[in-house]
Structure formats: structure tokens, C-alpha cells
């Protein structure tokens, strides 16, 4: 992990003006799952011994700041003391909750993720949760991995729902699956019946929402021989078979920066950085999240290395200066709605 940057002047009290055009770099939480495996050490991380860790949750609301601004506490906290940095823009994606706007994971699939699905904003209220649309950039991918997103042309949701409750993994012969590959990006709107396949690392930028339904897990059972819980009812009642995801085509603007997806909750960007060049990023009304996934670099007084994150807070100018050459993921919610 990063060490803490000299220079840093300490967070004075709970407002917002303290954390005005601070930096804060973030520790993920490592969650241990049955399909993950050892791969994102290679970014870095320092994964618990002996066991098969399948998510960073880089901006969880339980995500401990590690150096800069705020330091000692967590993201979750931050907000919940200063709503107020969310900004309009965020505010309205997170329906007016004090919650971190933006999930950033990484992940590890060494093995076939669950088949499932997320309800949207609406279908979410009245668990007094938000919706879960997401997007997978790849990082990595095994030859022939693939995702599967979304069914295949002809099948309907009675076929698919069919094979689903089998629970051995048969209904992936009825889904979309497109082969894995890194530096792509696609979203996968709420609603869309989806699964990340083996072989696959994605950084996963997502609603804050834990709201998945599992339709099928390829059979898998736990320690005592019983198979992981599945939510069949809960789940098709959101499913939409008409959502088919494909790749997204990024936006260049020729200065390094390629735009890969917009929606009203999140945009993403991919940056690349020659060593010793700098870069402006832009002023919002609410905070950024810069994942570096090549290269060292800084923003402000704080220093980031391969693999690490740092939430940019909005009320001042935050330059990123690259050590070396850089590749970097910038992720905010748009001003304007998409």
C-alpha cells in the first residue's frame, strides 16, 4: 500500500470544507469467494494467505482511507458526515442517500461466477435499496474465456427459467457468450441476465448496491454438501430476455483519454500517461475515483502505485503527475443526465 505522502496536511474536523480538493487513497476490502482465486496479488494487493479472494471492493462504503485526506476513517463515514460532496449529480444517483456513489471492484473469477441478476431503481425501492446496473472493463483474460451476457436469440424466459432450476449449470447453454477480451468494456444495464466466466479478471464499476439475485451457480455446493441459496422468483421476476449487452466502442478525444462508458449513474474513462507528463482532471461537483492499473503516479501529495485507488474530492484543482508511463481508470457520475 501506498505510504503516506509528505505534506499531507491532516483532516480538521467533520466539514466539508476540510476534505475541499483533498485526496484520499483507499485500502480495498478483500472478499474471500468459492470462484475466486490468487490473481489480484499481481496488482499488488496483499490477499490474505491460503485463501481464494474474488473481490477488491475498492469503494465500499466500509473502504478504509489510507493516507491523505480523512485518513483513519472510512468512506462511508466520510459521507455520512458531508452528504454535501456528493454533489447534485451524485445525490440524484444515489436517490438522496449518504452513501459513496460509486462501487469500484476488482475481480478474480478463476472459476464460473453465479448466473444472475439486479433490479433497477424501482424494482430496488421498496427494499430500501438502489438499483444495480454495472460495466466490466477486462483486465485479464485466460484463452478462451468468455462472458455470458443476456440470452440467445430465440430462447425465451420460460426455456430459460426451466433449465435455471435444474441448479447444474445447464442453463449457460442457453445464454450469450462472447469471448473475454482485455481492454474491452461492457455494461450490463439492471435487469440483464448475466454471469462473468472463468479465467476473467474485471474492474467492475457499479450503483452502491448489493442487491443480486442468484438464478444458477453450475452446480456448486458448500462444506456441508448443500447447494448456495438461489432467488428463482425474485430473480425472473426482474429478468429482462431482450437485454443482449455487446462490447461498447470507447471514445477518444487524442490526448490519451478514450471515454468508455456513460450512463446516469457512472462514467468511466481509460487513461494512458507518458512518464514525467501531467494531467488536469477535470473540476466536478463530486468525487472521482483514479484506479491505477500501470505505472506510478501522483495527484496531489499522494502517491499511487499499480493496483491502488485514490478518491479525488470535489472544491479545488487535482493534478495527476505520472512517475512513469501510466494506465489509469477515472470513474464519476455525470453532471449532466444520460
Known sequence: MPERAKGVVPMAGDG???????????????????????KLERFGLDLPP????????????????????????????V?????????????????GRATFPLLVKLIDASENLSIQVHPNDEQAAPLDK???????????????A???????????????????????????ELMRRVPAEPGRTILLPANTIHALGAGVMVY?????????YRLDDWGRVDASGKPREVHLERGFAVADPEIQPDWLEP???????????????????????????????????????????????????????????????????????????????RAWVPEETV
Open 251 to 329: 471514445n477518444g478525444t487524442g490526448d490519451g483519454r478514450e471515454l468508455l462508458v456513460t450512463t446516469r449513474w457512472f462514467a468511466l474513462e481509460r487513461i494512458e500517461m507518458d512518464a514525467g507528463s501531467e494531467l488536469v482532471l477535470p473540476e466536478l461537483a463530486g468525487p472521482q475515483v483514479v484506479t491505477l492499473l500501470e505505472g506510478s503516479a501522483e495527484i496531489g501529495n499522494e502517491r499511487l502505485t499499480g493496483g491502488h485507488s485514490a478518491v479525488a474530492w470535489p472544491g479545488g484543482k487535482h493534478v495527476m503527475t505520472a512517475g512513469d508511463r501510466v494506465v489509469a481508470l
Open 130 to 144: 438502489l438499483g444495480k446496473s454495472e460495466a466490466w472493463y477486462v483486465l485479464a483474460a485466460d484463452p478462451g
Open 79 to 95: 459521507i455520512a458526515a458531508n452528504p454535501g460532496l456528493l454533489g447534485p449529480a451524485a445525490s440524484r444517483a444515489v436517490r
Open 50 to 77: 491460503g485463501v481464494p479472494v474474488g473481490e477488491a471492493l475498492v469503494t465500499a462504503g466500509d473502504a478504509e482511507i489510507v493516507s491523505g485526506a480523512a485518513a483513519g476513517r472510512t468512506l462511508g463515514e
Open 204 to 212: 467492475e464499476i457499479q450503483q452502491p448496491s448489493d442487491v443480486t
Open 146 to 172: 468468455g462472458l455470458y451476457v443476456g440470452l440467445r436469440e430465440g430462447v425465451s424466459l420460460d426455456a430459460f427459467q426451466e433449465a435455471a432450476s435444474r441448479l447444474d449449470g445447464s442453463s449457460a
Open 16 to 38: 466539508a470544507e476540510a476534505m475541499a480538493g483533498g485526496v484520499s487513497v483507499t485500502r480495498p476490502r478483500l472478499d474471500e469467494k468459492p470462484w475466486g482465486g490468487r
